[in-house]
């Protein structure tokens, strides 16, 4: 209205509109190239007005430096701007001893471009809840967390920090705490839980209006899952699993015990039929299923007999309890052989090669790095431009990789009314490249600067954040050498 005014009397009094008042915000990006991931294309020379946490204009740079003024201004320099980061499956976690290393972690995000994570639940899971409140309000700094809160699980189950269920009364009670603690999505795995009550809770939880995810147990289809009402498929695997062809007969002899758990999987990755999988991937994009394929934790577990990662310059950046955690995978992998070697390397090029698959049936694909506490030398930050890195190895073009990660999880959480593209009336969270993300993938990590509820951080504001981190890191290394 203010400026509808504004024009109004620069005709009345045949002024130039530069001499009415202009239109204040708190920031102005100019001559910046927006990056349309939703359309794949690219609009020059353009400016973006952001006042609080939000944008309220975006245009040609005449056009908007003509219309508003702001107290920072930022010369964009023709770089790409695209809107903020996504990584949709983070753990925190490894006990109450590592909170203030779990919390060390929220500005690598930040100095990577990740604006927003979805916490998918360690042990931890209140004191999570606890960050995410302080993040909205100020008190902390980090991405914007949306958490599952503690995960449903059965009775005695292997991970910590879960709502153990063995009934249906159980399930119904766990359903109404999470509700009460107003998380943002349910989680589900599967260690010790009943089939049928994973099927019960992924109904209960979405009948609650709440989406759901999960580990799939392995006495049950993907299928049966997606029919519950399952909102999206974590790890590829499962995806995989879904694509063969006699799986309801392997779930079903598994469920009975006629087969372990290592025939079941000697079955599953013998018995992928391409046919098959397209069917079930065409009726995940038709249930409006999402996947998210972590494939970065997965590829360096595979291939840890040629890259150890001991000599990785980030993890100076873990603090040391954490990096404690990865032990497990690696005396894991270590244990194998020759021919254990071969078959991790195959499973993991198996259970990669349907990424294009999943593409091209429709089904909405999400960046999520797995990173945190356990999954060994999967780093947050970083791990999320690797796991971009794969999926255009892997077959997916980069405007298709960067879609998962800026549109993929506002679209899971119906969310991109707000988020996911440099438009007026979107939240200010973006990132500035030096490079073209369509042309090159790894232009995402070329970040010039990152705006956060905008709040702008320049190239050595976020190279602050990283040193500040590896000072905490070596101060605790110091104290535990002691």
Not at 432 to 460: F, H, K, M, S
Request: proline share 4%.
């Amino acid at each position: 209205m203010k400026m509808l005014i504004s024009i109004l009397l620069a005709w009345l009094f045949q002024l130039p509109l530069s001499a009415v008042a202009k239109e204040r915000a708190d920031l102005l990006i100019r001559h910046a190239t927006i990056v349309d991931v939703a359309g794949a294309r690219l609009v020059a020379d353009q400016t973006v007005a952001t006042r609080g946490d939000v944008i309220v204009a975006v245009g040609g740079d005449a056009e908007v430096a003509k219309a508003w003024t702001a107290r920072r201004a930022i010369d964009g320099g023709n770089r790409f701007l695209i809107p903020g980061l996504w990584d949709m499956h983070v753990h925190f976690g490894g006990g109450p001893a590592l909170v203030e290393e779990n919390q060390a972690l929220l500005p690598l995000y930040i100095a990577h471009g990740i604006t927003t994570v979805r916490d998918a639940s360690g042990d931890l899971p209140n004191e999570v809840l606890a960050w995410r409140g302080d993040i909205a309000s100020g008190r902390l700094f980090g991405p914007t967390l949306l958490s599952s809160g503690p995960k449903i699980e059965g009775i005695k189950p292997v991970w910590k920090g879960t709502i153990e269920t063995g009934s249906k009364a159980d399930v119904d009670a766990a359903v109404a705490r999470l509700k009460g603690l107003g998380v943002d999505f349910v989680k589900i795995t599967d260690s010790t839980m009943k089939p049928d009550l994973f099927l019960y809770a992924i109904r209960k939880a979405r009948a609650a209006g709440l989406c759901v995810s999960g580990h799939i147990p392995l006495a049950l289809t993907v299928d049966q899952a997606v029919d519950a009402g399952i909102s999206s498929i974590e790890h590829i695997g499962y995806a995989y699993k879904a694509g063969v062809k006699d799986e309801a007969t392997i779930a079903a002899d598994f469920a009975a015990g006629r087969i372990d758990r290592a025939e079941a999987y000697r079955r599953i990755d013998a018995g992928f039929d391409p046919g098959t999988a397209m069917a079930a991937y065409r009726k995940l994009a038709a249930k409006g299923v999402f996947v998210t394929p972590t494939l970065n934790g997965s590829r360096v577990i595979a291939y840890l007999d040629q890259d150890d990662h001991k000599t990785d310059d980030y993890l100076g950046l873990i603090g040391p309890g954490l990096r404690a955690t990865y032990q497990w995978r690696v005396d894991r992998a270590a244990n194998a052989d020759a021919a254990g070697i071969a078959a991790r390397h195959a499973e993991y090029e198996h259970e990669a090669s349907v990424l294009p698959m999943l593409q091209k049936a429709g089904v909405t694909i999400m960046a999520g790095t797995d990173a945190g506490f356990l999954n060994s030398f999967n780093y947050p930050g970083i791990a999320l431009h690797q796991e971009l890195a794969i999926f255009v190895d892997k077959g997916l073009t980069p405007a298709e990789a960067l879609a998962s990660a800026t549109r993929a999880g506002p679209a899971w959480f119906g969310k991109l009314d707000r988020y996911g593209a440099v438009e007026a009336g979107k939240a200010a969270d973006l990132v500035l490249l030096d490079r073209n993300p369509l042309e090159d993938i790894g232009a995402t990590r070329a970040i010039r600067a990152v705006v956060l509820r905008g709040a702008v951080y320049d190239r050595a504001a976020l190279d602050k954040m990283l040193a500040d981190t590896r000072s905490k890191v070596a101060a605790w290394d110091a104290a535990a050498a002691k």
